[in-house]
């Protein structure tokens, strides 16, 4: 159970966290950004892993990207790069 918050779809407290979405080969999921725009085909991204939280009420899943600082500021650094302003 969680000790920290409750399930935005049901309001109950059985939250399991630490869980992870993985592919069908056991990979688990990652999110990743451009560090900066893709001028010759060679990607360049960030990555971060994602861990879950899973109501054990309802099942509603929530994610987080463990590294979410890393990413923005690579999303950042993308958008300065391409001149346009970064959405907030």
């Known amino acids: 159970m969680s000790a920290y918050h409750r399930c935005h779809r049901c309001n109950s407290d059985m939250m ?3 869980v992870y ?3 069908a080969q056991g ?8 560090r ?5 085909g060679v ?12 109501c054990g009420s309802c099942g509603f899943v929530e994610l987080w990207a463990n590294r979410p600082q890393e990413l923005w500021e690579a999303y ?3 958008e ?3 001149g346009a302003p970064p959405a907030r």
Do not use: F, W, Y
Not at 36 to 40: A, E, L, M, R, T
């Open 16 to 18: 399991m966290d630490g």
């Open 36 to 40: 900066q725009p893709d001028p010759g």
């Open 27 to 34: 990979v688990r999921v990652v999110v990743s950004a451009e």
């Open 76 to 78: 950042l650094r993308s």
């Open 21 to 23: 979405i993985v592919d």
């Open 43 to 54: 990607s360049n991204p960030v990555s971060t892993l994602v861990h879950a939280c899973v």
């Open 80 to 82: 300065k790069a391409r």
